[in-house]
């Protein structure tokens, strides 16, 4: 009987994680639904794209704003709280923002669509960190990463079934997939992990800790967040329509699941820095050739394709060494701080990238992105050649 009734919970609680992943990938389709959504319906609006880039990135300052704060949210409200909260956060911001032309409200909106989405997502993600999996712990672990992946690329294959940019209608059915995260979730509230309060985080400490790894974060936020801002945006400049150009992004995040999971169990079993020197140099030459592809679809799509599967290996690497690097009770310490910078190189991404195509440079996206890049190249080479047994 007893036997019986470790098996049921067994089985639930696989269920529950099921769950979890799921709603992390709902939640991120969102995002990759706003991806085409919000640059689209600005640049309809005659906005610059300098400006839109300065309106993106305040989708990133929210995290860096409140991640002083999320301890003891998370303490107070608990897990199904906090997601509940920040469901509705955002359901509000997709419900005021069609009607409006003013910017500084459209600021305000993503950037509290920003906090949303952090809070479900750091919600989901200490939920499944929680779970007791034994040997499971890396297959989930893999499939958490892989579906905030998946859940973005899927975001713009969404926004064209929605098929209009015009009026409500793509607001509201994104309010349904930020809905749906939610319902995922609430059948197991009654599984949800008791968080305590965990005191001040040594930020300051982590990073200096691990400057290479952290590094990889910050060259991954430049990628992972200005390229899928302005990608768009880019292919549109280069004669494709919104449907078309809205699937670069989708190729770009496909690679980096498939690819990008490849790399990093491969980095289990050689040296990490030059793995990710490898990853840099195919990343450059993708982002190179990519204003001569862009003309031929399918070419565009495969250089994405690689591209995504290059940056994804960079920033999984960088994540594992955090993981091996830090005690446990200086995970939650690392793991903010690697969120922060990666944050804070999408901040300077998207503003750099929406400045230069703003001053009619079409392929500032290629530019900012190929120039961090190979100054995240250079300083792993010197760190490769100043001692070459260290694993970043």
């Known amino acids: 009987m007893a036997q019986a009734n470790q098996t049921t919970d067994d089985r639930g609680t696989l269920v529950a994680v099921a769950a979890l992943v799921l709603a992390t990938a709902v939640v991120q389709a969102a995002v990759g639904f706003n991806t085409v959504l919000f640059p689209v319906r600005l640049e309809g609006y005659g906005f610059s794209k300098g400006l839109i880039g300065l309106c993106l990135a305040f989708e990133m300052g929210a995290v860096v704003s409140i ?25 509000v911001v997709l419900l005021l923002l069609p009607g409006s032309r003013s910017l500084p409200l459209w600021c305000l909106g993503v950037f509290c669509f920003g906090i949303g989405t952090y809070l479900c997502l750091i919600s989901l993600q200490t939920w499944v960190n929680a779970v007791p999996l034994g040997r499971l712990r890396g297959v989930v672990s893999g499939c958490y990463s892989s579906a905030l992946s998946l859940g973005t690329a899927s975001g713009p294959i969404l926004f064209n079934q929605v098929g209009s940019t015009a009026g409500s209608q793509a607001f509201q059915a994104n309010m349904l997939i930020v809905l749906l995260a939610l319902l995922l979730v609430v059948p197991f509230l009654n599984r949800q992990p008791r968080i305590a309060s965990q005191g001040r985080l040594r930020l300051g400490y982590a990073i200096r800790m691990a400057k290479v790894p952290m590094l ?21 400049m280069n004669g494709l ?131 961090t890049a190979l100054s995240y190249f250079i300083y792993c080479l010197a760190q490769l050649l100043h001692s070459p047994d260290h694993a970043i």
């Not at 991640?67 to 359901?91: E, H, Y």
């Not at 060259?219 to 292919?235: D, E, H, K, Q, R």
């Open 216 to 236: 990889s974060s910050f060259v991954g936020g430049v990628t992972f967040f200005g390229l899928p801002a302005f990608l768009t945006l880019y292919g549109m």
């Open 67 to 91: 991640v002083s704060s999320i301890d003891w949210i998370l303490a107070r409200l608990g897990l199904v709280g906090t997601m509940a909260l920040a469901t509705g956060v955002r359901l």
């Open 241 to 371: 329509s919104v449907q078309r150009a809205s699937l670069l992004l989708t190729a770009f995040m496909l690679g980096s699941v498939s690819l990008g999971l490849l790399i990093s169990s491969l980095s289990d079993r050689v040296n990490r820095t030059l793995l990710t020197i490898l990853c840099v140099l195919v990343g450059v030459v993708c982002a190179v050739y990519l204003p001569l592809g862009i003309y031929n679809y399918g070419i565009a799509l495969s250089l994405l394709f690689l591209w995504g599967g290059a940056a994804g290996g960079i920033y999984a690497t960088g994540l594992a060494t955090v993981a091996d690097l830090f005690r446990q009770e200086d995970q939650v310490s690392a793991n903010v701080a690697y969120s922060i910078l990666d944050n804070v190189g999408g901040i300077i991404g998207v503003l750099l990238i929406g400045a230069l195509m703003g001053a009619g440079i079409s392929d500032g996206i290629v530019y900012v992105i190929v120039l």
